[in-house]
């Protein structure tokens, strides 16, 4: 599920705490991907998952987590002015793990889906379209169901379920008759662990194919759909990395067909593989940092080449590496979000035509923050006017010694000599 294609607008007010005065920068040599300072909400325990969507069709999106100690999802209504709401909760199963959103029971409104992976089930909680929920089932499958999307798969019109069991080797497909009744379909055999499936067309055949991150295995796997729901083996790439935790696509050099980029929680690091008629090719590899956790390809600063953002479960930070071109990538920066973060999303809330963010924590809350890039803005114009002057050194020589600063140009974690020559390097050059 990737929001590379369509901005998708949303919003409500909530409990919203400003951490510092700076925006957070993410920057390359010929262009600045920058965030408002970070505020938080409150939300369930441990919000493992979390996503935007227009959940009560205001044309505004709202926030979601799922919630693995407190065993429930949260919703954080819009507000309309780019704030949220206070939380409304509505319980689950035990330690729900993944959220996805879709029509379920074609009434034409959103409903929830989650896979909870200490009860052994999935919990559908159809939604009344004002934002609110009507009434939950609960759906035993496998053993540890750990993350559930929503996906036509078996060439009729309705969405069924896609579910990862991370105590089997096994994919389950769950079809559904049209009324938001559930019946396992078939079952995949992918390899130890799985923990993630990106549900897209890998063939150019029409149809949903699956790309599952294995994570023990240290693989992924591809299943190729015949249209009808029924899988054959596909690629095995089982030299992916340590631990591969999430997956996002988005067609990355424009030739029509999705790419992937992985994150590697046993690594530290990112992969990116090209969709090379349905094969995929490694093309990037870096370093990404502290325990990735949830990748999201994305173009962040409106130039027409996607980025990618990952967030690290263990390291208060979003780490983006702003794209340069087709599977090239700038040296990566840091987006403090306060806390670690286990999951992430984008939209655009202020329907300013470009992607905000919103993370989950551990800690009983989420972190939100704007986007404010400007196409084409030069590294180190830290006050977006559009030419790197004056005012942006003495920003640096306040900050001058300083961590975790957008002065540091470097990513060195220090702003130091290094972010002044840089600076200087980009003395005078303008949007």
Request: hydrophobic share 45%; charged share 20%.
């Amino acid at each position: 599920m990737n929001p590379a294609t369509t901005l998708q607008p949303r919003g409500r007010l909530g409990l919203a705490l400003v951490a510092i005065a700076l925006p957070f920068a993410a920057a390359d040599a010929f262009s600045a991907i920058v965030f408002q300072p970070f505020v938080t909400y409150h939300a369930g325990q441990n919000s493992s998952a979390v996503r935007f969507h227009d959940l009560n069709n205001d044309g505004f999106p709202d926030i979601l987590t799922a919630n693995r100690e407190s065993n429930d999802v949260t919703i954080l209504l819009s507000d309309g002015a780019g704030g949220f709401e206070e939380a409304a909760a509505f319980a689950v199963g035990m330690v729900p793990r993944s959220i996805d959103i879709g029509d379920l029971n074609g009434d034409g409104l959103d409903d929830i889906v989650t896979a909870n992976w200490d009860s052994g089930d999935l919990s559908v909680l159809f939604g009344d379209g004002a934002g609110s929920i009507l009434n939950t089932i609960n759906i035993p499958i496998g053993i540890r169901p750990v993350f559930a999307t929503i996906a036509k798969i078996d060439g009729d019109d309705f969405p069924d379920l896609v579910v990862a069991d991370s105590s089997t080797h096994l994919v389950h497909i769950l079809t559904n008759d049209g009324l938001g009744v559930f019946a396992l379909h078939t079952t995949v055999t992918a390899q130890a662990e799985p923990r993630w499936v990106e549900v897209f067309d890998v063939d150019g055949d029409g149809d949903l194919d699956c790309v599952v991150a294995n994570r023990v295995a240290d693989s992924l796997t591809v299943h190729l759909n015949n249209g009808v729901g029924a899988f054959s083996p596909g690629q095995v790439i089982d030299d992916v990395g340590a631990r591969p935790r999430s997956i996002d696509a988005a067609d990355m050099d424009g030739d029509g067909d999705l790419d992937i980029g992985v994150a590697l929680f046993g690594d530290d690091g990112v992969v990116v593989y090209e969709n090379a008629a349905g094969l995929f090719v490694e093309r990037f590899r870096a370093f990404s940092g502290d325990a990735p956790h949830e990748i999201r390809i994305l173009d962040l600063d409106k130039d027409n080449v996607l980025d990618l953002a990952i967030a690290h479960v263990s390291f208060a930070r979003v780490r983006v590496f702003a794209g340069t071109g087709a599977f090239t990538f700038a040296p990566p920066a840091l987006l403090n979000t306060l806390l670690n973060p286990a999951s992430l999303d984008f939209a655009d809330i202020d329907l300013d035509n470009d992607f905000d963010v919103v993370t989950g924590h551990s800690a009983g809350t989420i972190a939100f923050a704007k986007n404010i890039s400007q196409p084409g803005a030069a590294l180190g114009d830290f006050n977006m006017n559009g030419v790197v002057d004056g005012a942006d050194l003495a920003t640096m020589l306040g900050q001058w010694g300083s961590t975790n600063s957008i002065a540091d140009l470097t990513q060195d974690g220090i702003v130091n000599g290094a972010d002044l020559a840089t600076l200087l390097a980009n003395w005078s050059i303008t949007k």
